[in-house]
T-cell receptor
Framework: GAVVSQHPSWVICKSGTSVKIECRSLDFQATTMFWYRQFPKQSLMLMATSNEGSKATYEQGVEKDKFLINHASLTLSTLTVTSAHPEDSSFYIC???????????FGSGTRLTVV | GENVEQHPSTLSVQEGDSAVIKCTYSDSASNYFPWYKQELGKGPQLIIDIRSNVGEKKDQRIAVTLNKTAKHFSLHITETQPEDSAVYFCAASPGGFKTIFGAGTRLFVKA
């Protein structure tokens, strides 16, 4: 089936630094990638939608300049958390629709801890 | 827009018993209803789905039912096993790529 490879699986960074998270679609083309944030014991919060070759669409309340999304190719979408702060610590997950019904295939998630 | 409510938020069952998770949706245009299982520290995985032209679908120990009139759908897990312990999310799609997720149900299966 469709597989999305997400890296890194976990990262610890210092406040003020930037972190890049990558999601690659393996053996298929992902024209759309959704980026979610998930706090402990909570549901998935959609942050933004990226489409290959165009600007990402951000959900209300999500800072575009802080969460930079790039979808430069049909197999790679990246999320960069810029000038990270401890409150950015969270679990970040990407997903892309696939198949005739547009069920989602998710990446394995990235646990970001900002110290 | 679409709104999906999911109950219960936590469910604890004895191994071998059945577990039922219920969801309601608001947008009558929604036509696709997937269920995802998320294990600790991992991304969600699609476990079963149903389209609006089908009332019930079964895959081994899991089944999903859909009542379009009442706008609710349910996940049924029979003969639960400890490895079924996870967070389960229902979702509804009003068409295209957009999918709205429920808040999740944390299922504990006690051995």
């Amino acid at each position: 089936g469709a597989v999305v490879s997400q890296h890194p699986s976990w990262v610890i960074c210092k406040s003020g630094t930037s972190v890049k998270i990558e999601c690659r679609s393996l053996d298929f083309q992902a024209t759309t990638m959704f980026w979610y944030r998930q706090f402990p014991k909570q549901s998935l919060m959609l942050m933004a939608t990226s489409n290959e070759g165009s600007k990402a669409t951000y959900e209300q309340g999500v800072e575009k300049d802080k969460f930079l999304i790039n979808h430069a190719s049909l197999t790679l979408s990246t999320l960069t958390v810029t000038s990270a702060h401890p409150e950015d610590s969270s679990f970040y997950i990407c997903s892309t629709p696939f198949g005739a019904n547009y069920g989602y295939t998710f990446g394995s998630g990235t646990r970001l801890t900002v110290v | 827009g679409e709104n999906v409510e999911q109950h219960p938020s936590t469910l604890s069952v004895q191994e071998g018993d059945s577990a039922v998770i219920k969801c309601t949706y608001s947008d009558s245009a929604s036509n696709y209803f997937p269920w995802y299982k998320q294990e600790l520290g991992k991304g969600p995985q699609l476990i079963i789905d149903i389209r609006s032209n089908v009332g019930e679908k079964k895959d081994q120990r899991i089944a999903v039912t859909l009542n379009k009139t009442a706008k609710h759908f349910s996940l049924h897990i029979t003969e639960t096993q400890p490895e079924d312990s996870a967070v389960y999310f229902c979702a509804a799609s009003p068409g295209g790529f957009k999918t709205i997720f429920g808040a999740g149900t944390r299922l504990f299966v006690k051995a």
